[in-house]
């Protein structure tokens, strides 16, 4: 007679008891790099519908599908002309290398599009590679110089980010190294807490004045961007509008991080799905959708996430961790050290160590050494254009001659929850949940 | 000198020139007429130049300045010199919250009270307050020197890193990580040296001196509660 299966708890699952058992003998939240790991709804439950009678496609190598976008054509001078819809976003030099800064930079401005600086400044690698580099102002003010916004092609302001909306950043001691720290003005080696908060503002009221000494220093000329995560974007978004934004970065739960704790990846925000409908709500309740542009971030991974998120409305995406697999994050090479970090290639998130095995997300020599610049920006570049491709794909099929002409009479929803999140139909059916009295 | 009425022309009109300066500009001595608490008056400056604004100004006066002086002669808003690099912005009155904020370099010399969160995340400035300072003052101050001739409020320094305070009169209480040192000859000799650049006249060795205790630096269970 065989032994009856082993019966495990579904609420004290091995991993919940292996974290409980973690959490007991080290008496610290678990800190770590990356997204959420949870499946969420997403892009994914969402399909675009194409053309066939009743819309004519476009020849999909013949007729042109534009891909370009401008930026910041409320109120700024000098607006940001991308010739595709979709920016690299802000990860600091410090939780990334200057090789990684510097890749990303040279890849993106191959293709035409922006890189953005993060928490702790403007390195001098990204700026002598990225042609359109948009400047960050955080809580931290890390290494913030007035000469630096000047120098920049756009500013944007952060609020928040989707990986942990309502926190500050954080860098482990570890890649505190001496460069990173006088950058920062802070002791090397010492576990870096970003403030969460803004020093000298709180409140809309307040940021409509800071808005508007940022752009008395820079004389109007650069397009000021509003960044936050996603938890109330429907006030956020109308708030930041009030406030004189000319451009909204919504980052989605799915939004990646260099370190933070996990229950606040997992368990703080909404996903990207409903987040960007709302956010879209909220520009067109005050006749502001396409006048003040909306960038959507947070799980953008492919050409068709790019699509399905312009025709939901956005104006642009950004990607941060695809950027980062694109350069080679968790690519099957140095699979020993992989191992010492008790992870392996495809299962790694310990950005937070500083001892990333392909040379990325650290400040050690001889691991950065690993990721050559050349090769790097040459992955970017090629991603970036596979996703524009796939965009522009998906976008002749429905008939478009430019991404921006995509909406949301183009998609359905495959399930019932996706179709009330991003209020659009569920296949095969009229029905949008929460609308039309059902 | 150089006069602007802001009751007749803009702060945007007025930035815009001071941003023009060239380096070595001869247009050296500006006079600021009828603020009325305007915000973002004399941001950016990048030259040596010397302006005296007449009257109260709004949210950050003389923000990210470079080299400049910058005289308020009335009271401040929220964020006065907020990142200041280098220069000297003084105002003979109060400040409300945030003066100095993430400041970097240069001196800021507030001659009455400054509200709450003075110096906070304060980068190497250093700062004068002839009367007292509000609560928070100093909050995670990396860098810089914050000296107060009255009293400070409640959580002085909470969570500050390597900047220094000096205070004359009582402190309400001091914030997480905040702890009272040794005022040596060194301290009392930086303290005269602010206090006759900032020409306030009190005496150095009547400060006691507060910095961080340094266990917040990396995490540990035993500091949890102090987070």
């Known amino acids: ?438 | 000198m150089i006069e602007i009425d802001l009751a007749r022309s803009s702060v945007r009109g007025l930035n815009e020139r001071l941003h023009r300066l060239a380096p070595g500009t001869n247009e050296h001595y500006w006079r600021v007429l009828n603020p009325n608490g305007a915000h973002a008056i004399a941001v950016g400056i990048t030259e040596p130049i010397h302006v005296e604004i007449k009257g109260h100004v709004g949210y950050y006066c003389a923000g990210m300045n470079a080299a400049a002086t910058i005289v308020v002669d009335g009271h401040a808003g929220t964020g006065l010199a907020e990142n200041i690099m280098s220069g000297l912005v003084r105002v003979n009155g109060n400040a409300s919250q945030s003066a100095a904020a993430s400041g970097r370099g240069g001196l800021v010399v507030v001659q009455g009270d400054a509200s709450a969160r003075c110096g906070i995340s304060m980068k190497g400035v250093s700062i004068v307050v002839g009367g007292s300072a509000g609560h928070m003052s100093a909050f995670m101050g990396q860098a810089g020197t914050l000296v107060v001739c009255g009293d400070a409020g409640h959580d002085l320094g909470d969570s500050i890193y390597e900047a220094e305070i000096y205070v004359a009169g009582s402190v309400a209480s001091l914030g997480a990580d905040c702890v009272e040192k040794e005022m040596t000859q060194a301290d009392i000799q930086r303290v005269a040296a602010l206090l006759d650049r900032a020409a306030i006249a009190t005496k150095a060795t009547c400060f006691r001196h507060y910095g961080s205790a340094r266990r917040l630096y990396n995490f540990h269970i035993d500091h949890a509660a102090e987070y």
């Open chain 1, 1 to 438: 007679m065989t032994a009856p299966p082993l019966r495990h708890s579904a609420a004290f699952s091995r991993e919940v008891i292996a974290e409980i058992e973690r959490a007991a003998d080290e008496g610290l939240y678990q800190i770590r790099g990356f997204g959420t790991l949870r499946r969420l709804p997403s892009f994914d439950d969402l399909v675009l519908l194409g053309a066939s009678i009743s819309r004519y496609p476009l020849e999909g190598y013949r007729e042109r599908s534009a891909t370009n976008v401008t930026l910041g054509t409320r109120f700024a001078q000098k607006p940001i002309e991308l010739k595709i819809p979709i920016t690299i976003s802000g990860m600091s030099f410090g939780a990334l290398g200057g090789n990684a800064k510097r890749a990303l930079g040279r890849g993106a401005s191959a293709v035409g599009t922006s890189t953005t600086t993060g928490d702790g400044g403007m390195s001098e690698e990204e700026r002598a590679e990225s042609t359109i580099l948009v400047y960050q102002v955080l809580p931290s003010r890390y290494g913030f110089d007035p000469s630096h916004l000047r120098a920049c092609e756009a500013i944007e302001i952060v609020i928040g980010q989707g990986a942990k909306p309502g926190g500050g950043g954080m860098l482990l001691g570890q890649k505190i190294t001496e460069r990173v720290a006088q950058m920062r003005t802070l002791p090397a080696g010492i576990d870096q807490r970003s403030a969460c908060r803004h020093p000298d503002w709180t409140g809309p009221d307040d940021l409509t004045i800071k808005i508007q000494e940022l752009r008395e220093a820079t004389d109007w000329e650069k397009p000021v961007f509003v960044k936050i995560g996603s938890a109330r974007p429907r006030y956020d978004v109308q708030l930041a509008v009030k406030a004189g934004a000319d451009v909204i970065v919504l980052d989605g739960m799915q939004g990646g991080t260099g370190a933070t704790q996990d229950v606040f990846i997992e368990h703080a925000g909404i996903p990207t799905l409903p987040a960007l409908r709302q956010a879209v709500e909220a520009l067109q309740e005050l006749g502001q959708h396409r006048k003040v542009q909306l960038i959507i971030s947070g799980g953008i991974r492919s050409g068709a996430d790019v699509a399905k998120a312009l025709a939901m409305g956005a104006d642009a995406v950004s990607i941060g961790t695809a950027a980062l697999i694109a350069l080679g994050c968790n690519r099957r090479i140095h699979v020993e050290d992989y191992h010492a970090l008790g992870t392996e290639p495809g299962a790694c998130h310990h950005c937070h160590t500083g001892r990333c095995p392909v040379g990325i997300t650290t400040q050690d020599p001889v691991l950065e050494s690993r990721l050559e610049v050349k090769e790097g920006a040459r992955r970017v570049r090629n991603f970036l254009t596979v996703l524009t491709m796939e965009a522009q794909t998906l976008a002749r099929a429905c008939g478009k001659s430019h991404l921006h002409n995509l909406e949301p009479e183009d998609l359905a929803a495959l399930t019932v929850e996706a179709a009330a999140m991003a209020g659009v139909p569920l296949v095969g059916t009229d029905w949008i949940p929460g609308r039309n009295a059902y």
